[in-house]
């Protein structure tokens, strides 16, 4: 048996000061005032610092960056989960969400990774890594764009043969969700680059989303049933209006991913959707899509999750800062990154927060020069990395 010694432990419900965290094996099996040092394999001293759950990131596509760091280069899948994975272990995510995306065009840039046989070639990796040598828990993420007509069979068989661990289904035409502000989508497309693009122009992009096909309300409600069938979670994103909340509803839909207004954000929560938001927007200000401030949001209360979304350093950080800028006591705002996402895709029972009968995914934290470091990572019992800063 291993114990923690030392430590303010960030609870549901508070900060516990005076207890020590009795873990064996690979489970939290008690916490109590006193231990006898002797009684255990090894007592980590943490030395005053923060205790707290490892962070469960629902939505994040770092692993692209891993994958493609270059539009022309492609490195090996396993290669880069193993690099990407050591970098989310410093960042204290010990559960990770890889969010990749079935698109039909290209648009947002050529990505092989995004291509259907790479998609699925990194599900099928995710699936196996747990039987190999691996630091964090590996999930994922399967994000659908709903005019890809192809996504219902290949969405079907990958729920089926159990590869995916969370869907969500994407709708990025213009003129709504994070695009309504067409001036915005046309910078982000000619950020990108795309050849289509260059082929077709601006007006011959607008004129193909006007007249393309989209997956039926019957077939993305297939799905949501086939997901839930599988105890899968089922994510909507880009909310910006209560009619659209309303289909999510009929749909089944569980999370509103990114709500693009505080006023639906308050409506998707109030209709029991699990709302998220990005903790990169967080520390930006605001959004990098001119949408909704997550930080005005949480203040409003109508944020219950924070995802990594492209940064996952932000987890950390954007915790930290809502407690020492806006006051959100810090026990509060961390189960935003812990026990909320933990509750939004069916884990709770076992990750997401400080509890006797819980998996020991802990994090040690501290302050140093104003800024949040972890100095103990901690998965399933054992200490899976450790940083000591000098001066």
């Known amino acids: 048996m291993k114990a923690i010694k030392n430590g303010r432990i960030i609870t549901p419900d508070g900060i516990v000061d005076h207890k020590n965290i009795i873990i064996d094996g690979d489970t939290i099996v008690d916490m109590v005032s006193e231990i006898d040092e002797g009684d255990f394999e090894r007592v980590i001293n943490a030395h005053g610092r923060y205790i707290m759950p490892g962070f469960i990131d629902i939505h994040s596509d770092k692993i692209e960056q891993f994958i493609q760091p270059r539009p022309t280069a492609v490195m090996d899948f396993e290669l880069s989960m193993k690099e990407c994975e050591r970098e989310l272990l410093f960042q204290g995510i010990t559960t990770m969400y890889h969010s990749l995306s079935l698109y039909k065009d290209e648009l947002f840039g050529s990505a092989a990774v995004r ?4 998609v699925e070639k990194l599900a099928d990796l995710i699936h196996d890594i747990h039987q190999r040598y691996h630091l964090i828990h590996h999930r994922f993420h399967l994000r659908i764009e709903i005019d890809n007509l192809d996504a219902y069979g290949i969405v079907k068989a990958m729920i089926e043969q159990n590869l995916v661990h969370e869907i969500s289904f994407m709708d990025h035409t213009p003129g709504q969700g994070q695009y309504r502000n067409l001036e915005i989508y046309r910078k982000t497309v000619e950020g990108y680059g795309s050849e289509e693009l260059k082929k077709t122009g ?6 193909q989303h006007r007249n393309k096909q989209m997956l039926s309300f019957e077939q993305l409600q297939s ?8 105890g899968i979670a089922v994510a909507s994103h880009d909310d910006d209006t209560a009619e659209k909340l309303n289909v ?7 999370i509103s991913e990114f709500p693009i207004t505080i006023e639906t954000a308050k409506q998707a929560k109030q209709m029991g959707f699990y709302t998220v ?23 409003a209360d109508c944020v219950d999750v924070l995802c990594s979304d492209y940064y996952p350093p932000a ?3 954007s915790i930290f800062a ?13 189960k935003k990154v812990t026990l909320n996402p933990a509750k939004a895709v069916n884990i709770a029972q076992d990750y997401g927060s400080i509890e006797v009968g819980k998996k020991a995914d802990l994090l040690i934290v501290d302050v140093l020069d104003g800024y949040p470091v972890i100095t103990h990572t901690i998965v399933d019992g054992v200490i899976a990395s450790r940083i000591e800063y000098r001066r």
């Open 315 to 317: 987890l950390l950080h």
């Open 223 to 230: 799905l949501t049933n086939l997901a839930h069938e599988h």
């Open 248 to 254: 999510n509803r009929q749909l089944g839909v569980d």
């Open 322 to 334: 809502m407690n020492e800028k806006h006051g959100i006591p810090l026990w509060e705002i961390v």
């Open 277 to 299: 938001a990005g903790a990169p927007n967080i520390l930006l200000g605001g959004s990098h899509s001119g949408n909704m401030s997550a930080a005005e949001a949480i203040l």
């Open 202 to 207: 601006f007006d011959g992009v607008m004129e």
């Open 115 to 118: 291509k259907r046989e790479n």
